[in-house]
Structures are given as C-alpha cells and as structure tokens.
C-alpha cells in the first residue's frame, strides 16, 4: 500500500487497486452514516456554528482500517453540508478539511493513537476561517480554533478513539484485508 506514495500514484488507483466492488460499498456506506450522524447532530444544533461537536467526525478514524473510507468521508461531508444548508464556501472547504484529515490518518495508520490527530488540527486550522469569513461569526479566530478544536477532540479524539477500539476487535471480519 505504500508503494503509491513513492509511485506517485492518485489516491483512486489505491482505493480501487483489489476488491473495487467492495470498496465503493465501505465508501457508500460510510458516507451514508456520515450523513446521517450529521442530520443527528443537526438535529440538536450541534453540527455547525462556533460550538460545533459533529458527531459524524468520529468516523474519520476509518481510513486507519481501510483506504476506501477517504473518498466515503469527503463524498459525506459534502452531502452532510448541502443537506444542512451550509454555504457555498463552507461546504468547499469544510469538505476538504475532513478530506486531507482523512488522508491523513490514512498516512499514519501505523500508529493507532495518531488517528484522530489529523482531523482534528484539519477543522481547527480550516473551519474557523469558513466561520469568521463566509458566516461573519464576529468572534477572534483563537476564540473559533479553541472552540472547533474542542469539538474535534471530543468527537474525533474521544468518541473516534472509543470507534477505533471497538472496530478493532472485529476489523479482520469487517474490513477485508488484503485489499
């Protein structure tokens, strides 16, 4: 698997290298319960604002059991922000900020308690920008990256961690390896 890196090869040709047909599905679906997770925090104003504690965000630890969960995670914060009315600049760069977080854990798969790391500082350097500047959030940007951070712990480095340690037990049966 870490042969792309040196090849220079596009992160398509590793998601898709064996098994294509499986992969789409663990992308699909986690891209589903993204969207749903972030309906759910919506649902308690929880997803988005200066106080943001994305539930979905803890599936970000995916892709240190499977590369298929990078393009699952960016396809369902797209959606996530589109369905949640988020503004045009938010879903652009809000989007790519879970993507290079998932790209990132993917990179550090190795060490499992690095996982959440890359998400977390992804949305606590990108998101305060998107808050202060596209929504006109008045507060100081330290006063955003401390409260988007706090979020990203809580969701990636908390409730992600608690996810990584579940899905452990059973990655060998439930995400095929070999792939």
């Known amino acids: 698997m870490i042969s792309y890196i040196s090849e220079n090869k596009g992160m398509c040709d590793i998601i898709l290298k064996k098994n294509s047909s499986l992969n789409i599905a663990y992308a699909a679906i986690i891209a589903a319960m993204y969207v749903a997770l972030t309906m759910l925090a919506q649902a308690f104003g929880l997803a988005s604002g ?59 798969r190795k060490f499992k308690w690095l996982a959440p790391v890359p998400p977390i500082v992804s949305n606590t350097v990108i998101v305060p920008f998107v808050l202060r500047y596209v929504y006109g959030i008045p507060d100081a940007l330290p006063y955003l990256c401390l409260t988007v951070g706090a979020g990203e712990v809580i969701s990636c480095g908390i409730l992600g961690m608690i996810l990584l340690f579940a899905l452990k037990k059973y990655e060998d049966k439930i995400f095929k390896k070999g792939q």
Request: glycine share 10%; net charge negative.
């Open 50 to 108: 200066a106080i943001q504690v994305r539930l979905s965000e803890a599936l970000t630890i995916l892709p240190y059991f499977t590369p298929a969960a990078i393009p699952g995670l960016f396809v369902g914060c797209i959606i996530a922000n589109l369905v949640t009315g988020c503004a045009l600049w938010d879903i652009v760069f809000g989007s790519l900020a879970t993507l290079i977080g998932a790209v990132g854990t993917y990179l550090l």
